[in-house]
């Protein structure tokens, strides 16, 4: 057995204990990380910076320290999101404001907008568990763990998963087809099909493909944001947006990350800061990472 099948047999048994043994585990494992991973440590200090100019430097590490824990605690649990039962899945998992999706959902296709919190997956999985949807992911490298990453969204439902290099294509079928479109979209891809708009005021390549789909398949914008809880994870559904796209697709995009800091300023810790966020630059701007 290779080092990621034993990892994979280990969270699978994480999924069938009770949660406080994933999150008690999961709480050390972050120290380690934290401590152990300069690249990440530097990348996660790097956009707390750039993010909190006004926070100083103790105050920032101690965010970090506490975003590796909750992020560890979040890998953890997959083994309860890829192989627990849907009773304990629902038991742990649980929305908020499901009204919204309802009323959006009589009316229009539905594009439900989930930021990269740690509890991402676990919102995703209870989305699956409700209805078949659309959503995107991004390939890993290790072949194996690759394999557990889509067996284990695929689960229920028989979801339709894009890989990022499919394009929007195949979400604009699922949206015509009335399917809700799982939707991540705060990472830098790099400058193709992307603006730059401020991040907590500082310029960030974030791609449009939200505000392109929602005028060419005349969706509705439902925000979904789950939090990780002391027992589970809370995924909280929001109004459908008015006047969303507009005519301005770059208001719009904005709009989109105005939301996201409001969200990340409730729970700061929780926000997957170890992505290199700010790596693309506007012409002429110098890099922000060592690597």
């Known amino acids: 057995m290779n080092a990621t099948s034993l990892a994979l047999a280990i969270l699978r048994g994480l999924g069938h204990a009770p949660l406080f043994v994933a999150r008690s585990l999961g709480a050390v494992v972050g120290e380690m990380f934290y401590f152990i991973s300069a690249e990440r440590r530097n990348v996660a200090l790097v956009n707390l910076r750039l993010c909190f100019p006004g ?161 060419l398949a005349g969706a509705a914008i439902v925000p979904c944001v789950t939090r990780m809880t002391r027992d589970g994870y809370e995924a909280r559904l929001y109004p459908a947006w008015d006047d969303f796209p507009g005519e301005d697709v770059e208001v719009a995009t904005r709009r989109i990350t105005a939301f996201i800091e409001e969200r990340i300023l409730e729970m700061p810790a929780q926000y997957l800061w170890t992505h290199k966020r700010f790596k693309t630059r506007p012409p002429g701007e110098a890099r922000y990472y060592r690597h």
Request: zero cysteines.
């Open 55 to 215: 926070m100083d430097e103790g105050a920032r590490r101690r965010l970090a320290r506490a975003h590796f824990r909750r992020f560890a605690q979040a890998l953890l649990d997959r083994g309860l999101i890829w192989w627990g039962s849907p009773e304990k899945i629902r038991r742990t998992v649980r929305w908020v404001g499901m009204e919204h999706y309802e009323q959006a959902a009589r009316e229009r296709p539905v594009i439900l907008l989930a930021p990269h919190f740690v509890g991402l997956d676990a919102g995703g999985i209870l989305a699956t568990l409700t209805w078949r949807l659309v959503s995107v992911y991004s390939r890993q490298k290790n072949r194996v763990f690759d394999a557990a990453v889509l067996a284990g969204r695929s689960r229920f439902n028989d979801p339709v998963l894009l890989s990022r290099q499919d394009g929007i294509r195949g979400a604009l079928r699922g949206l015509q087809e009335r399917l809700p479109f799982y939707y991540l979209p705060d990472m830098d891809f790099g400058p193709r099909d992307a603006i730059f708009v401020p991040f907590f005021g500082v310029p960030a390549a974030t791609v449009t493909a939200t505000a392109r789909l929602a005028k």
